[in-house]
């Protein structure tokens, strides 16, 4: 893999809009590459939806992020703009766990290409309903809390009067009280803070994408020197060593530059076969 210039990115202004203080996780991580990251807050993101729902977010996960990235370019006049935006959900493999999608993207204006960081693992995703405060306060501590910012509503998850911000026992305490006061039963909804200034594995996560994004930034296309050459799709289907079927190992990947359409085609694997132990029928 040809390695991107340091220079490339040296001294060139790149706007990251965030309302959550993401540039404290990103910034210093980019500082490798020259680069002059301005952090753009002028601009209420949560305009583009919130993880409390009372704004939902109506665009997909990258389109969201493009769409800050963008914002965050006309207001500082840059050529170069980058936005992370963040998804919670069901795992993939048994949909029982919290799982926490994070994608980062550079907007490449004067070149016409974007670069796409990505990482997902578990996430710190829960609720919990309930009118006894001792109860409340088990499930802070099993959340996490106070690092681990919560929220509270009356009623349900669909209560409109929301209290966030909240990442003390003192203003825990009070905000159960007055949300219980207003519920029509007495009963408070929680649940954990999906903010990155409130979520300490979301800032894990969003730092393991910006590590996927560096590595991609810093990767140049063999034919033009592009950035961003990376793998486009992968190739599942080594045959397994005992019977012979494909199984979900990949084999090769497609490399890929959007700047001249320079494709490649990779062997990954310096195995023949696969382990039996990964495929299906052998051991399904």
């Known amino acids: ?3 991107v210039p340091a220079s490339y990115y040296a001294e060139r202004r790149i706007s990251l809009l965030t309302k959550h203080g993401k540039e404290r996780i990103i ?13 753009v807050t002028q601009f209420d993101t949560d305009q583009l939806g919130t993880f409390t729902r009372e704004i939902p977010r109506v665009d997909t996960q990258l389109d969201t992020a493009r769409k800050k990235a963008r914002i965050g370019m006309d207001i500082a006049g840059t050529l170069l703009g980058l936005a992370s935006e963040g998804a919670f959900g069901s795992d993939p493999f048994v949909g029982l766990m919290p799982w926490n999608r994070e994608l980062i993207i550079l907007v490449d204006a004067f070149n016409g290409i974007e670069i796409v960081g990505f990482a997902q693992g578990p996430g710190n995703h ?11 306060a088990d ?19 669909g209560d409109p009067r929301i209290i966030k911000d909240v990442f003390t026992w003192e203003h825990f305490e009070c905000a159960f009280r007055s949300a219980s006061a207003m519920a029509s039963d007495g009963y408070v909804f929680l649940e954990t803070d999906g903010r990155a200034h409130g979520n300490p594995s979301r800032r ?3 730092e393991k994408a910006t ?22 799709q992968t190739f599942p289907g080594l045959p397994c060593a005992h019977c012979g079927r494909p199984t979900k190992i990949i084999h090769a990947e497609l490399w890929l530059c959007q700047k001249c ?9 310096h195995d023949e076969k696969a382990d039996p132990m990964f495929c299906d029928h052998c051991n399904p």
């Open 1 to 3: 893999m040809a390695v």
């Open 27 to 39: 910034a210093p991580m980019l500082e490798v590459l020259g680069c002059q990251l301005e952090a």
């Open 126 to 136: 829960h609720h919990y309903r309930t009118c006894n405060w001792d109860d409340a």
């Open 139 to 157: 499930f802070a501590k099993k959340i996490g809390f106070p690092v681990q910012y919560v929220i509270l509503r009356p009623n349900n998850d």
């Open 204 to 206: 894990n996560m969003i």
């Open 211 to 232: 590590e996927d994004l560096l590595t991609k930034m810093r990767s140049s296309c063999p034919s033009c020197e592009m950035p961003g050459y990376a793998v486009k």
């Open 261 to 269: 359409g320079n494709i490649e085609k990779r062997e990954t694997s």
